[in-house]
C-alpha cells in the first residue's frame, strides 16, 4: 500500500490560484496512477483529474477542464494539482487517491486503494 497526505489548502479569492500537493509514502509509487477527487458538504465524492503512473497521460472533469493541471514528480513522490481561475463552486476537501500497480487509469473512486486525509479548498467571493 501507499500513504497519502495532502497539503496547500486554504483561503482564496474569486479567480485566484491555488497548488496542492500530495506526497506519498510506501511502496511502488511511481507504478501507479494518481487521482485527484473532491468532496463539499452534502455531495458525493468526485472525479477531478488523474494522471498515469508515466505521466504521459492526464484526464479531467469537465468543471475543470482548462483552469486546472495535473502533474507528477515520481523522484519526490508527489503529485500535485495546480488550480487557477478558481469559482466558488470549487470549494471542497480535495482528496488525492492511488490506483493499484499499472491499472487502467480511471475516474471512478471505487478504482482508487489508497486515499489521503483530504485538504480543505475554501474559494470566497
Known amino acids: 500500500q501507499v500513504q497519502l497526505v495532502e497539503s496547500g489548502g486554504g483561503l482564496v479569492p474569486v479567480g485566484g490560484s491555488l497548488r496542492l500537493s500530495c506526497a506519498a509514502s510506501?511502496?511502488?509509487?511511481?507504478?501507479?496512477?494518481m487521482g485527484w477527487f473532491r468532496q463539499a458538504p452534502g455531495k458525493e465524492r468526485e472525479f477531478v483529474a488523474y494522471i498515469t503512473w508515466g505521466g504521459s497521460r492526464e484526464y479531467y472533469a469537465d468543471s475543470v477542464k482548462g483552469r486546472f493541471t495535473v502533474s507528477r514528480d515520481n523522484a519526490k513522490n508527489t503529485v500535485y494539482l495546480q488550480m487557477s481561475d478558481l469559482k466558488p463552486e470549487d470549494t471542497a476537501v480535495y482528496y488525492c487517491?492511488?490506483?493499484?500497480?499499472?491499472?487502467?487509469?480511471?475516474?471512478?473512486?471505487?478504482?482508487?486503494?489508497?486515499w489521503g486525509q483530504g485538504t480543505q479548498v475554501t474559494v470566497s467571493s
Open positions: 487517491a492511488a490506483s493499484g500497480v499499472l491499472g487502467t487509469p480511471s475516474s471512478r473512486r471505487s478504482d482508487y486503494q489508497n
Open positions: 510506501g511502496r511502488t509509487f511511481s507504478n501507479r496512477n
